[in-house]
């Protein structure tokens, strides 16, 4: 009997005798079988947020499938994440169960929902912040506001917050606390049902950085290197600076442009911390060249306006030419000729003969979708759209 009720499938087990011949005993199993799902509907949500709570709770409730405790249990407390993801952090939700005579032991489920005010956030306090101001760091939480900030809307997602709290750390690492870190944070809940926000940080020590060295560069000296890097001794770690400088910057200022704008797509540098000695950093900056590729052939596709001849006669990336990124991924200026708005003048970069250094540059197609023969092989280089 009791492997029966641990199937969960019935809502009585009875075990009777129903005869006895000799000292043999024939027994009888009465079940009651749970009811079965046949269709379920909200009650006080607002039918455009229909949708996006069946995204939820479809894979829990099965039409037909029999109606557990378990199962209703797990499709209200996916009711009441969704409502608390969305801010309303009291919100409740009462599972109905109603007979359906349409069927026989079939039942609808009433999902009635009580989702409550969205939660305010009252205060945002910052404990341990001595070398950044609190309105500063109160700034680059965009999402999560307090009711003091003016012309914002004050409310505590969750999702959002722990988004924010990262962009915290993200601005130390800026002004030299590359090891900077949230100790803990505490919420808790006023009497008018506002919430209080106290994070402790701890800063550490604010690091310079010190000797920058080059290796298995052959193609640029150490001077040049450390003129695009633009980081001088003595000047604050700052990792953001770091990344850009070294892969991508608007202005095209970084060593990656100078490498894949002289032919080198291959091109990676991997910056090492080789040294901390008190405040100060030693970084050695591992570089690998590669091989120069050139531009083998430029495939046209999407066109499904313009003619070919046409794109090609405006193109500034051209068969032969040594591969360059900056003007591959630039979009050309005669676009807005050809009324496009949002050019996509390169998609993917495919190496066609590595060993040479050769590639080919293609972008994407609905009228001329390439085949099979053509599909991006292992080790393909991606460029940004």
Known sequence: MKSLWNLKLFTNIQILQEKTIGDIIFLEIRVEERPRLTSHSFRNIRKSLHDDINEKINPILVKGGIVTDNIKVTAQKAIEKYFIEKGYLDATVQVIEEPDSSRINAVRLVFDANQGKRVRIQDIIFVGNENAKTGKLRRLMKDTK?????????????????????????????????????????????????????????????????????????????????????????????????????????????????????????????????????????????????????????????????????????????????????????????????????PRTLASIRPSTPSAGRSTSNTPSRKSPPTSSNSPPVGEAWAAE
Do not use: C
């Open 146 to 342: 307090s009711k003091r900030a003016l012309f914002s809307s004050s409310k505590y997602i969750r999702a959002d917050y722990r988004e924010d709290r990262k962009k915290l750390i993200a601005h130390y690492n800026t002004i030299g606390f590359r090891d900077a870190t949230v100790l803990r944070d505490s919420l808790w809940r006023e009497e008018d049902g506002d919430m209080v926000i106290q994070i402790d940080l701890s800063e550490g020590p604010r690091y310079y950085f010190r000797d920058i060295t080059w290796k298995g560069n052959s193609i640029y000296t150490e001077q040049v290197l450390s003129d695009v890097l633009g980081i001088k001794k003595a000047t604050y770690y700052n990792q953001e600076l770091l990344e850009k400088r070294l892969t991508f910057s608007e202005e095209g200022r970084d060593v990656s442009s100078l490498y894949m704008d002289n032919g080198y797509l291959f091109f990676n540098i991997d910056p090492i911390e080789i040294a901390i000695t008190g405040d100060s950093l030693d970084l050695e900056m591992r570089i690998f060249e590669g091989p120069q590729a050139t531009i083998d052939k430029v495939v046209i596709a999407g066109n499904d306006r313009t003619h070919e001849h046409v794109i090609r006669r405006e193109l500034r990336t051209l068969p032969g030419d040594k591969f360059s990124r900056s003007i591959s991924s630039a979009p050309s200026a005669s676009s807005s000729t050809w009324g496009i708005s949002t």
